[in-house]
């Protein structure tokens, strides 16, 4: 074993428990990929730890239950200091006697200090840096949890919409519901159910509205995959990686059906202007298997546009509340079967299902031309990578010999809109994210284009979960119409090669006919890249 494996071993502990740096993360899965011995070892930790926590988790009641009958004990018969010389003065001239009861307080003493907040509130020895890591190695989920809506943005007070998400990652099978709302003449008429089943390749989406519908669609492996795992990312922000759950703080401990939690908070802003929320994040996590079975999300919104929320009288209002949370439980086949209710329409059915492209953002229509953002990763150096197209409506004339003359690391494409840049959408975020082209892909007669986007200098707190707005240039007359700014929402964290063969290069073929990703990209060569337009970007600022 060399220095290098030692080095990487004695960091293996600090990858499992998620705590390592993300910049550190990187270096270590590269070298663990390509030397055996030491992936081995990791999983030999793994599977350590994997017993450890089962074994904790399996004595975590009977544990509770000890210190349960301990404390009624003490309660009833008075106090434990007259229990031990009670049994010393019976027995004066016996040595061992006083020995034994010296002990036998002792070791009460220690377990209610060590499984209790017998002597006060204790930070514990952990923090929620772990907690990304949970979504990429769960092996089912299962929430549910209410949506309380604003009255200040409906206009009326609503009441708060029960929902349920079953997310089964070693099948990548996903239930949920969603709720919609409906407007007439603009005025919000009513809010109703809906509910999605992803199984087989097929996605079931089920109108609960008036309308009262079935619709099937046919979506690719990668897609079914993507979906689940985006899903699962996006409802605890795991998708912020360790940085964002590095801020939490510890509150305490509160029990729940009679069992103590320790309770994390973190709040963070978003938005500018009458936009501009500031988020509470609220978790009650197990101190034995440390992860959340509850979780709260709060918002403060601002009353006046460009303020700080308490400055303009705002005042927190409950966003979303998980009751339960349940990890790694088998989940029936039954939860993702495609029941029909009797009487439903069928807008398309399995054998006339249309088969879903991959497009998770949206689109643009300006009248003679188009931007349609695809889908977007956001490396671990804080780089982002988007997939976009832009055309004339209808299409004039054919994009190939552009993109052709296109270099690596050189401008995007001066497409009819040309997404050039990023601007994270939070206050005082004082960064651009300068695009450069990257590689391109063509499917269905449509050249997508992949850039990445390196920001010009230090990242915003949170950058992976923050939202982008989309700057674009028209390469063709504007319209006389103010344009509306383009959002990009988060996307998948990429921490590894592992992460982008999977992800970007599984996007990448997703979205070529060929099925084949662009050749010669890979992740040690994307992050060089990425810091050789930063070098670019600072030399050009100084």
Request: hydrophobic content about 35%; overall charge positive; aromatic content about 16%.
């Given at each position: 074993m060399n220095n290098i494996c030692e080095t990487i071993r004695d960091q293996i502990p600090e990858l499992i428990t998620g705590t390592l740096p993300v910049e550190q993360t990187a270096e270590m899965r590269e070298h663990l990929n390509q030397c055996p011995d030491c992936k081995a070892y990791q999983q030999a930790l793994e599977a350590d730890d994997q017993l450890l926590v089962d074994f904790v988790e399996s004595a975590q009641q009977s544990i509770h239950r000890i210190t349960e009958n301990v404390i009624s004990t003490l309660a009833q018969e008075a106090t434990l200091q007259e229990q031990a010389?009670?049994?010393?003065?019976?027995?004066?001239?016996?040595?061992?006697?006083?020995?034994?009861?010296?002990?036998?307080?002792?070791?009460?003493?220690?377990?209610?200090?060590?499984?209790?907040?017998?002597?006060?509130?204790?930070?514990?020895?952990?923090?929620?840096?772990?907690?990304?890591?949970?979504?990429?190695?769960?092996?089912?989920?299962?929430?549910?949890?209410?949506?309380?809506?604003?009255?200040?943005?409906?206009?009326?007070?609503?009441?708060?919409?029960?929902?349920?998400?079953?997310?089964?990652?070693?099948?990548?099978?996903?239930?949920?519901?969603?709720?919609?709302?409906?407007?007439?003449?603009?005025?919000?008429?009513?809010?109703?159910?809906?509910?999605?089943?992803?199984?087989?390749?097929?996605?079931?989406?089920?109108?609960?509205?008036?309308?009262?519908?079935?619709?099937?669609?046919?979506?690719?492996?990668?897609?079914?995959?993507?979906?689940?795992?985006?899903?699962?990312?996006?409802?605890?922000?795991?998708?912020?990686?360790?940085?964002?759950?590095?801020?939490?703080?510890?509150?305490?401990?509160?029990?729940?059906?009679?069992?103590?939690?320790?309770?994390?908070?973190?709040?963070?802003?978003?938005?500018?202007?009458?936009?501009?929320?500031?988020?509470?994040?609220?978790?009650?996590?197990?101190?034995?298997?440390?992860?959340?079975?509850?979780?709260?999300?709060?918002?403060?919104?601002?009353?006046?546009?460009?303020?700080?929320?308490?400055?303009?009288?705002?005042?927190?209002?409950?966003?979303?509340?998980?009751?339960?949370?349940?990890?790694?439980?088998?989940?029936?086949?039954?939860?993702?079967?495609?029941?029909?209710?009797?009487?439903?329409?069928?807008?398309?059915?399995?054998?006339?299902?249309?088969?879903?492209?991959?497009?998770?953002?949206?689109?643009?229509?300006?009248?003679?031309?188009?931007?349609?953002p695809r889908v977007n990763f956001t490396l671990a150096d804080g780089s982002v990578i988007m997939a976009w197209r832009s055309e004339n409506q209808p299409a004039t004339e054919s994009q190939e010999a552009l993109f052709k003359r296109l270099k690596v690391g050189g401008d995007v494409p001066p497409l009819p809109l040309e997404a050039y840049a990023l601007k994270p959408f939070i206050p005082k975020a004082d960064v651009t994210y300068h695009g450069r082209h990257l590689a391109y892909t063509k499917k269905k007669g449509h050249f997508i284009e992949w850039s990445i986007y390196v920001p010009d200098g230090p990242l915003p707190r949170h950058n992976e979960e923050t939202r982008y707005e989309v700057i674009f240039r028209f390469n063709f007359p504007p319209p006389d119409w103010r344009t509306s700014p383009q959002g990009l929402g988060d996307g998948i964290v990429i921490e590894s090669a592992e992460d982008f063969d999977k992800w970007v290069l599984g996007a990448m073929a997703e979205l070529s006919d060929s099925g084949v990703p662009p050749q010669d990209l890979t992740y040690e060569g994307i992050l060089a890249l990425s810091k050789k337009i930063a070098y670019e970007l600072a030399k050009r600022q100084n």
């Open positions: 010389a009670r049994t010393i003065k019976a027995a004066p001239g016996r040595r061992l006697s006083k020995l034994v009861a010296a002990v036998i307080i002792a070791a009460i003493v220690m377990i209610l200090a060590h499984f209790t907040d017998f002597f006060g509130v204790r930070a514990p020895a952990y923090d929620m840096r772990h907690l990304p890591r949970l979504a990429k190695e769960a092996r089912s989920v299962h929430l549910r949890y209410k949506f309380y809506f604003d009255p200040s943005e409906y206009g009326k007070h609503l009441p708060p919409i029960p929902m349920e998400l079953w997310i089964d990652l070693s099948g990548y099978r996903l239930r949920e519901t969603y709720y919609t709302e409906r407007y007439e003449r603009g005025k919000l008429t009513g809010i109703f159910t809906a509910e999605g089943i992803s199984n087989g390749g097929y996605f079931m989406y089920v109108d609960k509205d008036q309308k009262k519908a079935v619709k099937f669609t046919r979506m690719s492996d990668y897609q079914t995959m993507y979906k689940a795992y985006h899903r699962l990312s996006s409802t605890f922000r795991f998708y912020a990686g360790i940085d964002f759950f590095r801020d939490f703080q510890y509150m305490g401990r509160e029990k729940i059906d009679g069992v103590e939690y320790d309770v994390w908070e973190n709040e963070v802003q978003t938005g500018k202007g009458k936009n501009n929320i500031r988020w509470r994040d609220k978790y009650w996590v197990s101190p034995v298997t440390r992860k959340p079975v509850r979780s709260e999300i709060w918002k403060l919104k601002s009353k006046r546009k460009g303020l700080w929320p308490l400055a303009s009288g705002g005042k927190w209002v409950l966003h979303c509340e998980y009751d339960k949370i349940e990890w790694n439980i088998p989940i029936p086949d039954e939860v993702f079967a495609f029941e029909v209710p009797d009487g439903y329409e069928y807008w398309s059915t399995m054998e006339t299902a249309p088969l879903e492209e991959l497009d998770e953002l949206g689109r643009m229509d300006y009248k003679s031309a188009v931007l349609d």
